[in-house]
């Protein structure tokens, strides 16, 4: 890929559109124009930041919770003039469904906890043009200012519509052009996906579940390429079984891992990633017999479950248990809402389930996964050493 008005090669291998942009920017690449989009929100947000040839400009509406409004506009300065493609063949290494504005979209998204989407392009500025720009409306579909839910019902994800939300949380956007190319990718396309599930999570909670698990999935299967040994799988993912065999004889748990192994990776490697970028807990929290209980051999036999119920959603179509997509419980003077059920058991819709089998409610589950992210996007997505380093 080449540059306008230049002879030179791009400085970096080229990837996604808005990282490929930003390291032509940094080269010092001539400007070839100017465009703004809307970003569509309920969010309030506060703030205005620029970061590398991108601006993100608060529009300042009038707030109103759970109204979609285009509270920002991202001006992004273009520095690359895309050649046509290849249509020779199927490329797809690049592709997550979304458009160059999305891009930001999804990131900003997945950086400050909140529902974004791009809008269509409205102004435009050419090098020598207008300096006023010049209006214009071209792209593919465009948001309106919908409710996503009524203001006097409980939010499924308080946090997303609720409070201020400073573009200063943005600042991670800074290490996108560190990153390498296929890193970068694997970030966008996980944070596409947790920007799904927060636009689902009001009115298609059990499917916001598979998008947010599919997230964190997406990166850590960039974290970890390789599969590991299938006994150590066998035992990180159903521990129970490598324990019952394991007693039978001292070959048994080995010869059921080979056999089982294609169905264990994917576990293990969720949860391994999760536990790699764990955040503290929640800096509020709800009274102690609301919390979960934050520690290590129950983060893990939680998101064992979580990952277990993503794939009987998949292959099984049983939707997520229902007590897990409630909205949170809160109590007058509570600093934050409860983290689990408050209910021992739960029936619903012909099924009935324990306390631990519902045992963590979606915000607190989008807490983890999405800081968990943002940690290992700060570190600059890196793939796992563990094993070259135990080696």
């Not at 290490?175 to 966008?188: D, E, K, R, V």
């Not at 590991?228 to 065999?245: A, E, H, K, T």
Request: glycine share 8%; charged share 20%.
């Amino acid at each position: 890929m080449r540059l306008a008005d230049s002879n030179s090669p791009l400085p970096h291998p080229a990837g996604p559109p808005i990282y490929t942009n930003w390291i032509a920017a940094n080269a010092g690449y001539p400007l070839l124009g100017v465009n703004e989009f809307p970003l569509f929100t309920d969010a309030h947000i506060t703030g205005e930041v620029a970061f590398g040839p991108y601006e993100f400009i608060n529009t300042i509406p009038t707030p109103r919770i759970g109204l979609i409004k285009a509270s920002v506009v991202l001006r992004v300065a273009g520095h690359v003039d895309w050649p046509l493609p290849d249509m020779t063949k199927t490329t797809t290494d690049l592709y997550h469904g979304g458009s160059f504005p999305e891009e930001l979209a999804a990131l900003a998204s997945l950086a400050m906890g909140i529902r974004l989407r791009a809008g269509n392009v409205t102004r435009s500025f050419e090098p020598g043009g207008d300096p006023k720009g010049k209006p214009t409306e071209w792209g593919i579909g465009r948001l309106t200012g919908t409710l996503i839910r009524e203001d006097h019902l409980r939010w499924r994800l308080p946090g997303a519509a609720e409070g201020q939300h400073g573009l200063e949380a943005l600042e991670v956007l800074r290490h996108l052009p560190l990153m390498t190319p296929q890193a970068a990718s694997a970030l966008i396309r996980a944070a596409r996906l947790y920007q799904d599930a927060l636009w689902l999570i009001e009115s298609e909670p059990s499917l916001a579940w598979l998008m947010l698990v599919s997230a964190v999935e997406t990166a850590a299967s960039r974290w970890r390429r390789a599969d590991g040994d299938p006994v150590d799988r066998l035992q990180s993912s159903r521990p129970d079984l490598y324990s019952y065999l394991s007693k039978i004889g001292p070959d048994v748990a080995a010869e059921v891992a080979r056999h089982i192994a294609d169905s264990l990776g994917s576990t293990k490697k969720f949860v391994d990633f999760v536990m790699s970028f764990l955040p503290g807990p929640p800096p509020t929290r709800p009274p102690s017999p609301y919390q979960f209980d934050w520690q290590e051999a129950e983060i893990r036999r939680v998101l064992r479950k979580i990952y277990g119920c993503r794939s009987e959603a998949l292959h099984d179509g049983k939707p997520f248990p229902e007590p897990m997509s409630e909205s949170p419980f809160a109590d007058r003077g509570w600093a934050a809402p409860s983290e689990r059920s408050i209910a021992l058991a739960t029936s619903s819709k012909g099924a009935v389930w324990l306390a631990k089998d519902a045992p963590m409610l979606f915000h607190l589950f989008e807490y983890i996964a999405r800081n968990a992210l943002i940690t290992w996007w700060q570190r600059g997505a890196p793939d796992d050493d563990s094993r070259e380093a135990a080696g």
